[in-house]
């Protein structure tokens, strides 16, 4: 099973975005540095909505969203409901949806850029 650029279940959404925001941060930053998305994986599940915004405010992940991971987050994001992403702590199977979107992404974009 692969990624599902369709599915608007929120937690694989959120998950999705979180795979975007570090591999923008990779760009800017190196595959070896200590990254800021990594670190706040776990926030990303307890409060879905305000580290999202936390992490879009940090210049080296904003700098990386250009060409196509710019394309891919504005894809993800038309599936975010005008109310955003939830506000709460995911429950234990939202965590597994969490987990499987952030992997489908990750997976589908260390496809999409790398090098030919």
């Known amino acids: 099973m692969g990624l599902d650029r369709d599915s608007k279940s929120q937690p694989y ?10 591999q923008a941060e990779i760009k800017t930053r190196g595959a070896d540095a200590r990254l ?3 670190a706040n994986y ?28 710019d394309e891919e987050m504005s894809q993800i994001l038309s599936l975010v409901p005008a109310t955003g992403l939830p506000k709460d702590r995911f429950t234990p ?3 597994s949806l969490f987990a499987v ?16």
């Open 13 to 22: 959404v959120a998950g999705r975005i979180l795979a975007v925001l570090r």
């Open 36 to 38: 800021s998305t990594d």
């Open 42 to 69: 776990r926030e990303m599940v307890q409060l879905p909505s305000i580290t999202f915004g936390k992490l879009m405010g940090l210049r080296n992940v904003r700098s990386g969203l250009t060409g196509k991971l």
């Open 93 to 95: 199977d939202e965590e």
């Open 101 to 116: 979107g952030y992997e489908h992404e990750k997976s589908y974009l260390e496809q999409l850029i790398a090098p030919r």
